[in-house]
């Protein structure tokens, strides 16, 4: 079992930048397909990113490919969403989650969940 804290959220100006932050408990972070998604209010959760154990393996939604990067640090036990280029419509709740096997867009795949951090992109 691994539990997932979110960090890094806040209010950025439309064109900035936010780092966020996913630390997670337990010594088997290192096997976890570790996930990003996001979810605005009224809208469904959607998939953000995605990267396997070693960072071989990465999938990112259409609408943040060249603006975002996911990498994770496994001694630190700690997965990054670098957000580029921000868009107002990048307002969300920023969720990480976790999950054996392979990297997926689905969230109903995925077995754990931190608690979310704000992002707010003014414009």
């Known amino acids: 079992q691994v539990q997932l804290v979110e960090s890094g959220g806040g209010l950025v100006q439309a064109g900035g930048s936010l780092r966020l932050s996913c630390a997670a408990s337990?010594?088997?972070?290192?096997?976890?397909?570790m996930g990003w998604f996001r979810q605005a209010p009224g809208k469904e959760r959607e998939f953000v990113a995605a990267?396997?154990?070693?960072?071989?393996?990465?999938m990112y939604a259409d609408s943040v490919k060249g603006r975002f990067t996911i990498s994770r640090d496994n001694a630190k036990n700690t997965v990054y969403l670098q957000m580029n280029s921000l868009k107002p419509e990048d307002t969300a709740v920023y969720y990480c989650?976790?999950?054996?096997?392979?990297?997926?867009?689905?969230?109903?795949?995925?077995?754990?969940w931190g608690q979310g951090t704000q992002v707010t992109v003014s414009s």
């Open positions: 990267i396997n154990w070693n960072g071989g393996r990465i």
């Open positions: 989650a976790a999950r054996n096997f392979v990297p997926s867009s689905a969230a109903s795949e995925y077995d754990y």
């Open positions: 337990g010594r088997t972070f290192s096997t976890y397909i």
